[in-house]
């Protein structure tokens, strides 16, 4: 009969093993020294068959900005089976003793990048993140952006990019709270440039982390806060069109590049991204930087794999409550996948009433549209 352990360090050699040959993928020596410092930050559990590993989760302990405000988030990576003891149900047990634990430790979110939406979704998590891709050829970006101020490149400085990105990030719903090990373990890695955009009072006021090569310009993480700061350095990245052909890169899902182009018609998509899901349903709903409202909001939510996150919830003066059920009484009807949806601003709740995705009068869910801040959901990390 197999158990859920702990993975210690002493236990890494056979977590790596199996992230390779899960993720086809070879480390080196050097990489693996690397990793063995970054693993040391997270929770992972493995189902043990006796003394062998047969499959395992990692939990990143993170933080993300909702409403510009910090929530505790478990980030789910690394999840791996070996193929002899696939199908057996040993991710569903892992999955439920991973949510227990967040809860235990006040992580009231959980975010994961899907190897299937399907798999996932049966669990409580929905897509919540979708990045648009650009792949733009450099000439259609020589135009005069009209900026005010400088570019200077720069080696890694980690105090100036996070005071940058901070602002930057608190804008959307989702983006990481990053501290100085996240930078150096997973955001200024392997051979990229980095480079600052300066306005005409020499305040920093964006940045760019980027590589060239092959004859495309790849941006891996652009932030600014302000608009003249993202003109300066759109700038920046279109001088560079003496040696890239395109430039490519991902951005929110509402960004404006494309009102700027003279003509633009060029490659652009719409990728889905990470999923999330509410895993402490009232203590979210109270920590939620709701709109104010006189309005006695009801919601009734259905958590089949938490059931107990199931249940009926009043927004009052005081936050939300539990109530007892009462099938007479109006509200707004949604699964935890819906709500987290909504929660994080990924779709609105009269969209997903349109489409038959949440019920209840229309009355009640324009109560929920009104008390739900409209904010972008946006994630640039990723693990």
Avoid at 14 to 28: I, K, P, T
Wanted: with cysteine.
């Amino acid at each position: 009969m197999g158990e859920i352990k702990i993975l210690k360090e002493e236990d890494f050699e056979e977590v790596f093993a199996l992230s390779q040959f899960a993720f086809q993928v070879e480390m080196g020596a050097d990489e693996l020294a690397a990793r063995t410092e970054e693993t040391k930050r997270h929770k992972i559990f493995g189902w043990m068959e006796g003394e062998q590993l047969a499959a395992k989760l990692h939990i990143h302990p993170l933080a993300c900005y909702i409403g510009g405000k910090p929530f505790e988030m478990g980030g789910i990576g690394a999840v791996a089976t070996w193929p002899e003891y696939r199908r057996q149900g040993l991710v569903k047990k892992l999955l439920s003793q991973a949510l227990s634990d967040m809860k235990q430790h006040g992580q009231t979110l959980s975010f994961l990048h899907p190897f299937s939406f399907p798999f996932y979704r049966k669990y409580g998590w929905e897509l919540c993140f979708a990045n648009r891709h650009y792949s733009i050829p450099i000439e259609k970006l020589s135009i005069d952006w009209g900026g005010q101020g400088y570019v200077k490149r720069v080696q890694n400085d980690v105090q100036l990019l996070h005071s940058i990105y901070s602002r930057f990030a608190k804008q959307y719903n989702g983006m990481l709270v990053r501290d100085e090990k996240w930078w150096q373990q997973r955001v200024l890695t392997g051979k990229v440039q980095t480079a600052i955009a300066y306005d005409h009072l020499q305040q920093a006021d964006g940045y760019v982390i980027y590589h060239v090569k092959n004859n495309i310009f790849t941006v891996e993480e652009l932030a600014y806060n302000s608009l003249n700061g993202w003109k300066v350095l759109m700038q920046f990245i279109a001088n560079h069109d003496s040696m890239a052909e395109k430039v490519e890169m991902a951005v929110p899902e509402d960004d404006q590049l494309p009102l700027f182009i003279e003509e633009p018609r060029f490659l652009q998509e719409i990728k889905p991204y990470f999923m999330a899901r509410i895993v402490d349903l009232p203590r979210f709903l109270n920590e939620y930087p709701f709109m104010e409202t006189e309005n006695k909001l009801l919601l009734q939510v259905e958590d089949a794999f938490l059931p107990e996150n199931s249940g009926v919830f009043q927004l009052t003066d005081n936050g939300f409550v539990r109530k007892p059920l009462n099938p007479e009484q109006p509200g707004v009807f949604c699964s935890i996948q819906q709500l987290t949806s909504m929660l994080l601003g990924y779709k609105r709740p009269l969209a997903l009433h349109n489409a038959g995705l949440i019920t209840g009068e229309r009355r009640e869910v324009e109560l929920l549209e009104a008390v739900i801040p409209d904010r972008q959901p946006f994630l640039s990390d990723f693990f």
